[in-house]
């Protein structure tokens, strides 16, 4: 299975309406630095021959450090997954033509936190 994977805990949704609170400045520069890692993970993913063929539904299993982070604000991180998708080029919108819909899994690996996303394909 092709996947693509972002080898780094990405903020959680607390974190960055936190940091929106303190700044709107201090916001964008996170999902700044953030969107650019994605991209940057994706572009490798795309270097070593990972495809998906759009329209699809995602699957994102989310691997943790910790139980800390609620899933729901753990699994917000995906607009900076999506939007590093699109600055690299790997899909070119993140729109309804593109995804069908969304999977998410969570687990505990206090050594290695990344995200791995799969390509489920088109309807659910």
């Not at 080898?7 to 520069?29: F, H, K």
């Not at 700044?32 to 890692?37: A, G, I, P, S």
């Not at 995602?58 to 139980?67: G, M, N, P, V």
Request: charged letters at 25%; glycine letters at 6%.
């Amino acid at each position: 299975m092709q996947k693509i994977v972002i080898n780094a805990e990405l903020p959680s949704l607390n974190e960055y309406v936190n940091r929106e609170r303190s700044s709107r400045y201090s916001g964008a520069s996170l999902k700044h630095r953030y969107t650019v890692l994605c991209s940057v993970y994706t572009r490798a993913g795309m270097n070593a021959g990972v495809q998906f063929k759009w329209p699809c539904r995602l699957k994102f299993t989310w691997y943790l450090r910790d139980k800390r982070k609620d899933p729901d604000n753990v699994a917000f991180a995906k607009k900076f997954i999506l939007d590093g998708f699109q600055q690299c080029g790997f899909m070119s919108n993140d729109n309804w033509a593109h995804i069908t819909g969304f999977v998410d899994e969570f687990f505990v690996d206090k050594e290695h936190p990344r995200v791995e996303i799969e390509a489920l394909g088109g309807q659910p």
